[in-house]
Structures are given as C-alpha cells and as structure tokens.
C-alpha cells in the first residue's frame, strides 16, 4: 500500500511540473518574432509572390528563423530606426538547404518562364546562378543571412498582388508597392539594376546607402552584390547547411 502512494504522489508532482515548450527550431536559432517583434516579416517564398512563383520546399510557414546573434543583431538595427518612424521589413531569413536546390532546379527549366515579366525580364534564368545573382552556397542556409528592405512607419497597407501584372525594373510609381522605400528596384529583382552599385536614381541610391551602412554598423555585411540581401560577419555557423523545415511557432 506504501508503494502504491508513493507511485501516485511522484506521478502527480511530475505532472505538475511545468515542461519546457517544444522547440521548432535547433539550438542557436530562434523565430525573429521573439526578439523583435516589430520587425515586418513578408516571406516571399512561403507563397506565390517571389521569383519562381509558388512555394519553395521547406517553407512550411511564413516565419523568420535566424541564428541568435543574427537576430539579436537585427533587433538592435530595428531600435535605430523605430524612433525616425521606420521599420524593417525581411524578405527571408533562414531558408532551408532544400528550396536552394529547388531554385537551382527551377533555374535549369528554361520552360518555365511565368515570372519573367515581373522578376527577371532582362536576364536569362538559366544563367541567374553563373551571373551571381543566386547561389549554390546560399547564406541563408547558414541561418545567419537575411533579405530586407526598410518602410515608413505611416506606409498605406498594399495593395493586392496579381501576377504579372507590374515589372520589378519600372520606376518606382509604377512598381509593385508593398509599403517599402524606393530601392531602385523591387525585391528578389533579378536584374543588372540590382546591383548594390548600380545607378538607380538619387532617391534610391541614398536608400540602399542609408540600409548598407545601418546594417554594418550591426554587424552585418553586404551578402553578394544585390542590394538586400546581407549576411552577419560573425556567423555562428559558417560552414553547416541547414535543412530543417520552417514550421509556425
């Protein structure tokens, strides 16, 4: 009899000992949202509204994962700019090992040319990985590697995305508007007017200069040479290609 309540009292206390939360990410990795929540998030390859035009493998929610120290670094950029009434707004943040073989396989399809008008209307796709404008050896596999841009604080909410329906290369008025700064162009612009040192206008150079320098005053630096995409110098993990799943919280 003994026994008996001594296996229901330790079965009780264990059950009302709280359990940690199950994570969905590895160790050293945390959701952007839990660090900086007024971050904009628009994960552009969770849906149809990015470069191949539908999901990539591995986005299984429209979530920022990033390393720690990325995302730690990424709040304290966000704290600069709050307070002149701007914010961030990410693009992609981790991206799994499988959507970079996703792309490079979409890439090899001259076939499919459904997002040409909008994304790359000037480049070959088949030639997007030698040109250097995609990677085999994607940063962002390393958790550690973001895409963004900067918006006003006031920006009027965006108006609904039709594909096709607006080229990333137009001026700025008649571009796409998802309430971003004027960056010369629009994200994931397959296009020579992409480039970090393009000449895009004076509007747009003094934007990609202002989030150039913000950015590596946090740590970071330019990821390639196309105006959003940067990467944390310090990487935690520089040489490990990650491909766990990006799952909501």
Known sequence: MKYVIALLTALACAAATPRAPATAVPLGFVYLSDVAPTI???????????????PLPGYLAPACILSKPAAFALAK??????????????????????????????????????????????????????????????????????????????????????????????????RY??????????????????RAD???GAVAGMHRAMVRDLMQRYGFKPAGDLWW???????PFPKTAFDFPITAK
Request: charged share 20%; net charge negative.
């Open 40 to 54: 904009v998030q628009d994960i552009r390859y969770t849906g149809s509204h990015n470069l191949v035009g539908r």
């Open 229 to 235: 995409s940067f990467v944390l110098v310090a990487e």
């Open 177 to 194: 508007h998802d309430g971003s700064i004027d960056m010369g162009t629009s994200y994931d612009c397959m296009d020579p007017l992409s």
């Open 77 to 174: 950029a966000q704290q600069e700019l709050l307070p002149a009434g701007l914010s961030l707004r990410v693009y992609d943040c981790y991206r799994p090992e499988r959507a970079v073989k996703a792309l490079l396989a979409w890439s090899r399809n001259a076939s499919d040319q459904r997002m040409k008008t909008e994304y790359y209307p000037r480049v070959d796709k088949t030639r997007l990985f030698a040109l250097g404008y995609l990677s085999e050896q994607s940063p962002h596999a390393r958790g550690s590697s973001v895409d963004l841009t900067v918006e006003r604080l006031t920006a009027a909410t965006p108006t609904p995305w039709i594909a096709g329906e607006h080229s990333c290369i137009a001026p700025f008025i008649a």
């Open 198 to 200: 393009a000449h895009a």
